[in-house]
């Protein structure tokens, strides 16, 4: 079983990001979708502190550390790229106005609540950060995460054990095993990895799934 790596897993993402979508991406491992969106397409990317148009992460040496996204990574601003408050920023992601957020997460559940900002444990920081405003403002919500934790247990399940950011706000799932479509009717799985049988996915989630 070939599981993606954390490239191929934002490559994966940045294929199903339409022309002319305002994408916000979160932070850590959704950061990555912005060094593969093809270099033919339009995609505008929002960060929450404060700018739309941001592009790819610059060449090491080339940082500009004024230009930075949310999770205090330098980044580059493509041609026409426009700042703004951080209030008119939450603006834009509580109005409506994102097409796409992707984000990363503890639990996703069958019905696409979003637990990623609280494990619940005594000594994590809590930090939901603008979270809960792009899961419930942005009309599609993705998710990237490693399917299993590091004990094996699996992260999308039947009901989220952690405390939730947004209720049944998830549409996608990426894996570093497989894609996962959260519809009224179930959880679809497509995109296995080679060497993976959906038998095999099916008992490592341990909640029901459907074929795509």
Same mark, same amino acid.
């Given at each position: 079983?070939?599981?993606?790596?954390?490239?191929?897993?934002?490559?994966? =993402?940045?294929?199903?990001?339409?022309?002319?979508?305002?994408?916000?991406?979160?932070?850590? $491992?959704p950061t990555l979708v912005a060094n593969h969106?093809? &270099?033919?397409?339009?995609?505008?990317?929002?960060?929450?502190?404060?700018?739309? #148009?941001?592009?790819?992460?610059?060449?090491?040496?080339?940082?500009?550390?004024?230009?930075?996204?949310?999770?205090?990574?330098?980044?580059?601003?493509?041609? #026409?790229?426009?700042?703004?408050?951080? &209030?008119?920023?939450?603006?834009?992601?509580?109005?409506?106005?994102?097409?796409?957020?992707?984000?990363?997460?503890?639990?996703?559940? =069958?019905?696409? @609540?979003?637990?990623?900002?609280?494990?619940?444990?005594?000594?994590?920081?809590?930090?939901?950060?603008?979270?809960?405003?792009?899961?419930?403002?942005?009309?599609?919500?993705?998710?990237?995460?490693?399917?299993?934790?590091?004990?094996? %247990?699996?992260?999308?399940?039947? !009901?989220?054990?952690?405390?939730?950011?947004?209720?049944?706000?998830? %549409?996608?799932?990426? !894996?570093?095993?497989?894609?996962?479509?959260?519809?009224?009717?179930?959880?679809?799985? %497509? @995109? $296995?990895?080679? #060497?993976? %049988?959906?038998?095999?996915?099916?008992?490592?989630? #341990? =909640?029901?799934?459907?074929?795509?």
């Amino acid at each position: 079983m070939n599981k993606l790596n954390r490239d191929q897993m934002a490559q994966r =993402v940045a294929r199903d990001i339409p022309e002319g979508a305002y994408v916000n991406l979160g932070i850590g $491992l959704p950061t990555l979708v912005a060094n593969h969106l093809p &270099a033919d397409r339009e995609v505008l990317l929002h960060t929450e502190n404060g700018l739309l #148009g941001m592009g790819p992460a610059p060449e090491k040496g080339q940082e500009d550390w004024d230009l930075i996204n949310a999770g205090k990574q330098p980044v580059t601003a493509l041609p #026409g790229a426009a700042y703004f408050h951080h &209030a008119d920023s939450f603006g834009m992601m509580r109005g409506g106005h994102l097409d796409v957020c992707v984000l990363g997460a503890f639990q996703v559940s =069958v019905k696409g @609540d979003l637990a990623n900002w609280h494990t619940g444990a005594p000594d994590a920081i809590p930090a939901v950060g603008g979270a809960m405003d792009l899961a419930i403002g942005a009309k599609d919500v993705f998710v990237m995460m490693d399917l299993l934790t590091k004990t094996g %247990s699996s992260k999308l399940v039947e !009901t989220c054990s952690y405390p939730v950011t947004g209720v049944g706000c998830v %549409s996608r799932v990426y !894996t570093d095993l497989a894609v996962f479509d959260i519809e009224k009717d179930g959880v679809y799985a %497509s @995109d $296995l990895v080679d #060497g993976l %049988s959906f038998d095999e996915l099916q008992r490592l989630c #341990g =909640v029901p799934l459907r074929q795509a």
